[in-house]
C-alpha cells in the first residue's frame, strides 16, 4: 500500500542524510551557533538579496509559529488568518494557549483576501476587544493554493495602511516557489515582517528556518525561542540539513518534483471535480465513497470534507520520494473504477 497521506512519511532527502552521516562525528558550538547554521544563514542571505535579516531554526511548524506569534505581540494583541490556517485548525490552540486570540474569515480556495482582512480590523475599533495585529497566511496554504505575487502586494501594502504585522508559514514553501508567478523569497523578505521556510514537510529530518524582516521584532528572539523549548541543543542537526537545502537549489528542485507528480495526479483526474483549485503538491477531488473505499485498498490519503450524502473530498499529497510508479498507478486504479 502506497501513501498519498502526508509529505513527510519518509526520512530525509539523501542529501541530506548524507551530509548528516558525513558530519557525525564533527565537534561543534551548540544551539544554533556552529558553523553549519551560520553558512546556510549566509546562503539564505544571498537567495534573499537581504543581508539585514535575522534568521533562527527551530524543530517545527508549529513550535515556530506559536513562539514568534507570542513574541511579536503584545498581550492584548490577535492574529488574523483564514479560518482554513494552519494556525487555527491544526496546532491544538497553541497560539491562543499563549494569550492570543485568532481571528477568522472563511477561506476564499484556501486563502484570506484583503477584503477579510480589513473587515476584522474594522470590527475590532477600540479597547474592549483584542486588538488586530497581525497576519497570518500559509504558502501554499492548507488547500494547496498560492498567493500569486500582486496578492501578497496587495496584502502587504493593507498591513502597512493598518500597522498590522504580515507573517507567512512556509510549511510547503517550496512547493509554491515552484509555481509561475508567486513571490520569490526575495519577494518574500520585500513584502512581509516575517515568514519561515519549512524543511520537515519539504526533505529534511525536520527543522523549519525563520526569517525576522522587521527590525523591531528581532531584539531577544533568542530568549522566546530558549524559553518556549524551541532552542535545540544540537543546533548543528538543523544548519547541516538547511545547508544542503540552500546549495544548488535543492530546495527548488524538491518543490518541482513533488509538483510534477502532483500534476500527472491531476492530468489522470480530469473526470473529478476539485473541491479548490490547487498548482501544487496537495489536491482535492470529489469522489464517491464506494470508489473511495476500493482505492483505500491499494492507497491511504485523508478523507476530508462530506461534500453530499455520496461524496467526500480527499485529499492527495505528493513530496520529494514519490514515486513516479506509484502515481501512475493510483491514476490507472480510479479511472478503472470509476463509474458514473
Known sequence: MYSFTNDYSEGAHPKIMTALLKTNLEQTDGYGLDKYCLQATELLKKQLKNENVDVHYLVGGTQTNATFIASALKPYQAVIAADSGHINVHET???????????????????????????????????????????????????????????????????????????????RLGSALAVANTPSLADLAKYTDAFYIGGTKMGALFGECLVIVNDQLKPDFRYNMKQNGAMLAKGRLLGVQFKELFSNDLYLQIGQYENKMADILRAGLKKFKMYVDSPTNQIFPIVNDELIAKLQEDFSFNVMDKIDENHHCIRLVTSWATPQKAVEEFVTKINQEFVE
Open 93 to 171: 490552540g497553541a497560539v491562543e494557549a499563549t494569550g492570543h486570540k485568532v481571528l477568522t474569515a472563511p477561506h476564499q480556495n484556501g486563502k484570506i483576501t484583503p477584503e477579510e482582512i480589513e473587515m476584522i480590523v474594522k470590527q475590532h475599533p477600540d479597547e474592549h476587544m483584542v486588538q488586530p495585529k497581525m497576519v497570518y497566511l500559509s504558502q501554499s496554504s492548507e488547500y494547496g493554493s498560492v498567493y500569486y505575487l500582486d496578492e501578497l502586494q496587495a496584502i502587504s501594502e493593507l498591513c502597512k495602511e493598518y500597522n498590522l504585522y504580515l507573517f507567512v508559514d512556509g510549511a
